[in-house]
Nanobody
Framework: QVQLVESGGGLVQAGDSLRLSCKCT????????MAWFRQAAKAERERVAA????????YYSHSVKDRFTISRDDAKNTTYLQMNSLKPEDTANYYC???????????????????WGQGTQVTVSS
């Protein structure tokens, strides 16, 4: 069993940076691909970024590419999302997810992920 807990959200101004963390607990955390999704108020949950469990391949949605960076530290069982140049449209609840698979088409799909955290709120003011 895997459990995920996100942290690092908050209220920031446009142009600021934040780093989200996702702590994974369980004996097999390092064997899961990890991803971040987000859901704004009255909107569908959307993909943000994903990272392979082996090889470290990373994938991003067009809206965050070149601003956000996903990384993982398997020694700490923690996945990060570094968010730079934040915009008001980045305001959402951010969820961490763990799943099996590899490659962009699989890892950027919600149904790939079997474990989800409770989310951390990011609010960007203009």
């Amino acid at each position: 069993q895997v459990q995920l807990v996100e942290s690092g959200g908050g209220l920031v101004q446009a142009g600021d940076s934040l780093r989200l963390s996702c702590k994974c607990t369980g004996p097999t955390c390092s064997t899961y691909a990890m991803a971040w999704f987000r859901q704004a108020a009255k909107a569908e949950r959307e993909r943000v970024a994903a990272i392979d469990w082996i090889g470290g391949g990373t994938y991003y949605s067009h809206s965050v590419k070149d601003r956000f960076t996903i990384s993982r530290d398997d020694a700490k069982n923690t996945t990060y999302l570094q968010m730079n140049s934040l915009k008001p449209e980045d305001t959402a609840n951010y969820y961490c997810a763990a799943g099996r698979g590899t490659g962009a088409s699989i890892l950027m799909t919600q149904s790939t992920y079997e474990y989800w955290g409770q989310g951390t709120q990011v609010t960007v003011s203009s």
